[in-house]
């Protein structure tokens, strides 16, 4: 197993711009998340989804939107980058709800300048 | 709100030089506190889960305990290649999201 894996996994973008990053899965966890990681903070979770088709927002989803049309797949996209969103993104999954085990993908890391 | 607090942000230690790691936290209904390692420029790397007040988990130099409040990850004789950092992160079971603490950077000099 491949585990989780996230693509790019370093991208420049210029303010006002918008990309989407790349989560996949090959676990068949029903359960998958996204975090952004700053320096000197702890993980924030953006949105999340407990299932094809399901997702809700977490503590940071302002300039974010996801989508979840798959169990292996959960993009990411930012639809005007600001300088604010340069950060490094992590993507994971789980079994099942956000009590069990969750594993994390390799990281994009993400400068909007 | 859930919180959580991990100190010390840094720690230096000598090749097998035990020390602990803290990790406070106020949540509400714990339903579970994690303990990953993170290496520079990679994911989290899932260590232990603890579930409740009193009990203790170990993997080769690491052993994680839990109180109501506190839980540390106990490091014994710890080698160069145990440097990276230690993050906490308590689920509360009214959030059902993890809080992550800011992490502790440990360093491991041979």
């Known amino acids: 197993n491949a585990g989780v894996t996230q693509t790019p996994k370093f991208r420049i973008l210029k303010i006002g711009q918008s990309m989407t990053l790349q989560c996949t899965q090959d676990m068949n966890h029903n359960y998958m998340y996204w975090y952004r990681q700053d320096p000197g903070m702890g993980l924030k979770l953006i949105y999340y989804?407990?299932?094809?088709?399901?997702?809700d927002k977490g503590e940071v989803p302002n300039g974010y939107n996801v989508s979840r049309s798959t169990t292996e797949d959960f993009p990411l996209r930012l639809e005007l980058a600001a300088p604010s969103q340069t950060s490094v993104y992590f993507c994971?999954?789980?079994?099942?709800?956000?009590?069990?085990?969750?594993?994390f993908g390799p990281g994009t890391r993400l400068l909007v300048l | 709100e859930d919180q959580v607090t991990q100190s010390p942000e840094a720690l230096r230690l000598q090749e097998g030089e035990s020390s602990s790691l803290n990790c406070s936290y106020t949540v509400s209904g714990l339903r579970g506190l994690f303990w990953y390692r993170q290496d520079p420029g990679k994911g989290p790397e899932f260590l232990f889960t603890l579930y409740s007040a009193g009990e203790e988990k170990e993997k080769e130099r690491l052993k994680a305990t839990l109180t109501k409040k506190e839980s540390f990850l106990h490091i014994t004789a710890p080698k160069p290649e145990d440097s990276a950092t230690y993050l906490c992160?308590?689920?509360?079971?009214?959030?059902?999201?993890?809080?992550f603490g800011s992490g502790t950077q440990l360093t491991v000099l041979p």
């Open positions: 994971a999954s789980s079994y099942s709800e956000t009590s069990e085990t969750q594993y």
């Open positions: 989804s407990v299932g094809a088709g399901i997702t």
């Open positions: 992160a308590p689920c509360s079971g009214s959030a059902r999201q993890l809080t």
